[in-house]
């Protein structure tokens, strides 16, 4: 066994009917393949109907699954809303909602418009606020229960960093949506928890984090204590588990899976890993040198 494996017993989410937002692509699109091999439905979503099209066919395909795309910009109250009824529409209920969706860039934030700024909150924060809502309000109309919601936002939600700060400030705001619902919509057997990933390989990701040469001179695994990079399946390992009924008890949780990275840039006295194993003898002298003086 390792953490390229699939961690879940054959039907673990049999009779869940899941959807995926900007399931079409990346880490959503890996995560919604576990999904359906572990017996779900999943329903991907996101503004191009094309590559939804494709993606869908290609699981389906792989899987055995049921795949279904739906045309919808979070960003919009009302596509929201009919992209759900699409979806019950076509599954009957639905019993989870991950909030995958995102845009980001990096940038000085002094180069931004103000349209700019926006773009990045709208689609993460005010998306997530859209699907929320609209999958909340329904769940709790229609008295539905066993559900669940499971945000994607980063570490940086809690660090905050320079040169994405539209990107940290929106992902700050799902991770106190996802803590303050966990508790609000608890009575109406919700459950709402967040996974924050380091450094996962994507295209979309990386073709706006790291453009150009970016890509070869930085090399993300090195900010990294376990020195590599996520694979796609360890993070869909964990985003079945949260929202299978394993995880009955999570609730609330925010679940870092990123080989210690963010910790690694906190620590004041980190930095100390570039000093030469044979150069600890001739520090330690010189500390206890000065014990009695
Ligand atoms: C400055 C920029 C810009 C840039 C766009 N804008 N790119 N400003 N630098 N590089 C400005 C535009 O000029 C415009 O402002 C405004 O932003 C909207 O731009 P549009 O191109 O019209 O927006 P749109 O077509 O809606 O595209 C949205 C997008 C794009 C966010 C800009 O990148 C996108 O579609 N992204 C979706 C996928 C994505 O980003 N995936 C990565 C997720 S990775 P003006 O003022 O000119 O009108 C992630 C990782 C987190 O989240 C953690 C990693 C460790
Ligand atoms: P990605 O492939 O670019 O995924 C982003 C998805 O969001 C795309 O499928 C995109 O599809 C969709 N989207 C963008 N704007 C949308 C809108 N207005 N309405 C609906 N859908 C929209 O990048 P990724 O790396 O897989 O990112 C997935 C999630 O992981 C994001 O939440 C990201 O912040 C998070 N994350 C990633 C990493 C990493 O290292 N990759 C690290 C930490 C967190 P369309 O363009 O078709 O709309």
Redo the contacts with the bound molecule.
Sequence with gaps: MNYKDKMLRDGALKGKNIVV??????????MSRYFLELGAKVAI????IE??KGTAKELEAETGGTCLPVQ????EYDQVESMRDQVLEAFGSVDVLL??????FISPTERLSHRAFDIII???LK?TKNCTLAFGKHWINTKYTNTVVLN????YAWTGSAYVVP?ATA?AGVLAMTRSLGVEWAKYGMRFNAI???????????D??LPGELKDKID?AKQVPLAR??DHQELANLAAYLVSDFSAYVNGEVVTLDGGEWLKGAGQFNLLEQIPEEMWDQLEAMIRAKKNK
């Design positions: 937002t900007g399931g079409g692509s990346g880490l959503g699109k890996s979503t996101s503004r191009n590559k939804l919808c910009d979070v960003r909030n995958n969706a995102a845009g980001n709208d689609i993460v998306g994607i936002v980063t570490t990107s992902k924050a990933p380091g450094p996962f390989p994507t295209k979309g990701a990386w706006r984090l993300m990079v996520g």
